[in-house]
C-alpha cells in the first residue's frame, strides 16, 4: 500500500510474555520512528532509524524494550517480559529523511493489552 | 528535555463556530507540525510549517509558526461535524529525527 502499514493492529498477551510490533514504511522512505500513546495521552518516542542504524534510542523506557530494522525497511520492535504499563498504542511513522523539513506520515498503531 | 505545552486540553463548540488551539514549547523548533487523529488511526499530518512567522491556510484549517519559533497556533474556521478528533501539535529539531508533541486538544463539534 501507499502508506505505513503496521501489524498486527490488536495484540492483547499475558504479562511475562514477549511480543514483537511490526511496520512496513512508505517505500523509498529512509527515516523510520516508533512512537508509544498512553490513553488520552501525546504521543513518546521511542526510537528513530536512519537505514538500520538508529541515532536516537533515548526514548526507550527499559532494557526490555528494542528495535531492529532490516534492509533499510522493515522495523520491528520487540517487549520483552511484557508489564501491564507497557499497554499502549505503538505508532510507528515514516519520512523521506530524517531532517526537519520531512513531516512524519504514521500507521494506525498496534494497539498492546497486558492482562 | 523538550516540552510543549499544548492548549486547550479540549473545546466543545457549535457547528459553524471557529476554533482556535496553540502550542508553547520551553525551546527552538525549526519546524512546527499540526496533526489530526480519529479514533483507531494514527495521527494525519495537517500543516507543516517551516519559517518563522509562516501562516499557512489548508482550506478551512490556518496555521502560524510563531516569530520567537517558541510558538504556534491552529485556527479551524467554520467547524463541521466531522472535524471532530483529537489535534496535535509537534516539534522538530533540524537534525534530530524525533518530534516532540503536545498532549492534545480534543474537539468535540455539536451539530
Known amino acids: 500500500g501507499a502508506g505505513v502499514s503496521q501489524s498486527p493492529s490488536n495484540k492483547v498477551t499475558e504479562k511475562g510474555k514477549d511480543v514483537e510490533l511490526r511496520c512496513d514504511p512508505i517505500?523509498?522512505?529512509?527515516?523510520l520512528y516508533w512512537y508509544r500513546q498512553s490513553l488520552g495521552q501525546g504521543l513518546e518516542f521511542l526510537i528513530y532509524f536512519q537505514g538500520n542504524s538508529a541515532p536516537d534510542k533515548s526514548g526507550l523506557p527499559s532494557d526490555r524494550f528494542s528495535a531492529e530494522r532490516t534492509g533499510g525497511s522493515v522495523s520491528t520492535l520487540t517487549i520483552q517480559r511484557t508489564q501491564q504499563e507497557d499497554s499502549a498504542v505503538y505508532l510507528c511513522?515514516?519520512?523521506?529523511?530524517?531532517?526537519?523539513?520531512?513531516?512524519?506520515?504514521f500507521g494506525d498503531g498496534t494497539r498492546l493489552s497486558i492482562l | 528535555g523538550q516540552q510543549l505545552n499544548q492548549s486547550p486540553q479540549s473545546m466543545f463548540i457549535q457547528e459553524g463556530e471557529d476554533v482556535s488551539m496553540n502550542c508553547t514549547s520551553s525551546?527552538?523548533?525549526?519546524?512546527w507540525l499540526w496533526y489530526k487523529q480519529e479514533p483507531g488511526e494514527g495521527p494525519v499530518l495537517l500543516i507543516a510549517l517551516y519559517k518563522a512567522g509562516e501562516l499557512t491556510s489548508n482550506g478551512r484549517l490556518t496555521a502560524q509558526f510563531g516569530i520567537t519559533r517558541k510558538d504556534s497556533f491552529l485556527n479551524i474556521s467554520a467547524s463541521i461535524p466531522s472535524d471532530v478528533g483529537i489535534y496535535f501539535c509537534?516539534?522538530?529539531?533540524?537534525?534530530?529525527?524525533?518530534?516532540?508533541f503536545g498532549d492534545g486538544t480534543t474537539l468535540t463539534v455539536k451539530p
Open positions: 517505500s523509498g522512505h529512509t527515516a
Open positions: 525551546s527552538i523548533f525549526n519546524t
Open positions: 509537534a516539534g522538530q529539531d533540524t537534525n534530530a529525527g524525533k518530534s516532540t
Open positions: 511513522a515514516s519520512s523521506r529523511t530524517p531532517g526537519s523539513n520531512q513531516p512524519q506520515h
